[in-house]
């Protein structure tokens, strides 16, 4: 079956290091894949988007990379701020398809 | 950028009344609107999605008769639900594309409505 699967445990780490979140997904052939921010009651805000012929892409602190051989993408936000303490959410798009799929999220806390 | 409204943000009402949820792209037209509902600590889950003039198309187990969506223009759609009960309680949250620019579609979300039935 299709799965998006991203970390369900918390990433709790500390101000000024590198966060990297991780999105696994089965039985799909991404067009592109998205990351979101999602904070408490809120929805979902756009971060990035990156291709399937594209390797990296960064804005910013953060950086995208995807690898459809491993059919993984790893979201990495450096230099992290409590700020950035947020819901992170991974999300696809498949080739020849119209809907984005999301993964549940992971949860990260930027201690001061 | 892109800006999508919801009205209301929060509506608490009672079980077998029905409520609607309006969505809206300010300063752009979505050619698609997309329907989620989320539970805490779940992903989005699609429950329908509409082209304006055309009816929704629902997902897998969506009751279409219990989520009534009516995108009426390019700005605006709305899902109502009806008869609602304590388990139609959720986190509604509304996307819009502004269709396809460079062979991807941007897509913009609502803030988001949180339904209590009691």
Known sequence: SQKIEQNSEALNIQEGKTATLTCNYTNYSPAYLQWYRQDPGRGPVFLLLIRENEKEKRKERLKVTFDTTLKQSLFHITASQPADSATYLCALVATGGFKTIFGAGTRLFVKA | ?118
């Open chain 2, 1 to 118: 950028g892109a800006v999508v409204s919801q009205h209301p943000s929060w509506v608490i009402c009672k079980s077998g009344t029905s409520v609607k949820i309006e969505c809206r792209s300010l300063d752009f037209q979505a050619t698609t609107m997309f329907w989620y509902r989320q539970f805490p600590k779940q992903s989005l889950m699609l429950m329908a999605t509409s082209n304006e003039g055309s009816k929704a198309t629902y997902e897998q187990g969506v009751e279409k008769d219990k989520f009534l969506i009516n995108h009426a223009s390019l700005t605006l759609s709305t899902l109502t639900v009806t008869s609602a009960h304590p388990e139609d309680s959720s986190f509604y949250i509304c996307s819009a594309r502004a269709g396809e620019r460079g062979g991807l579609y941007e897509q913009y979300f609502g803030p988001g409505t949180r339904l209590t039935v009691t």
